[in-house]
């Protein structure tokens, strides 16, 4: 079990790193995916710098989790997948349910338990 939640968490981490590529490289198509829209050079620039950091630095900690097989490496990502589904339970909660809210509340909440069981499973050296 530990190997398979190890393989997960390094594929999470490979995945993450490359959608944090897809936002520099053509900001406005993977934030477009995600209900985002750039206006100028300052929404690009946000988009590169805020998404790309958010999924690189977890995709960056879950795949160093995964290679050395130590789950303290997991503490980051899991808080930011934590802080994110937080966000987005909030918002249905002041704005109401919205269907497009639905796929990236599950990622997260599979994520959020993939972290957690890695980091639980894995341990620390």
């Not at 520099?24 to 477009?32: C, E, F, K, R």
């Not at 958010?54 to 989790?65: E, R």
């Not at 990502?77 to 796929?103: D, H, K, Y």
């Amino acid at each position: 079990m530990k190997l398979v939640i190890r393989g997960l968490v390094g594929l999470a981490g490979v995945l993450a790193l490359l959608l944090a590529l897809q936002f520099w490289l053509n900001p406005a198509l993977p934030a477009g995916r995600l209900g985002i829209s750039p206006i100028g050079a300052l929404g690009l620039a946000t988009i590169r710098a805020d998404m790309a950091g958010f999924f690189g630095a977890a995709g960056a900690f879950a795949l160093f989790a995964a290679i050395r097989a130590e789950g303290k490496w997991l503490t980051a990502p899991l808080l930011m997948i934590a802080i994110a589904l937080t966000g987005r339970v909030i918002t249905v909660a002041v704005q109401g349910w919205s269907p497009e809210l639905g796929l990236p509340m599950i990622v997260e909440a599979v994520l959020l338990a993939l972290f957690a069981a890695g980091r639980r499973l894995m341990g620390s050296r």
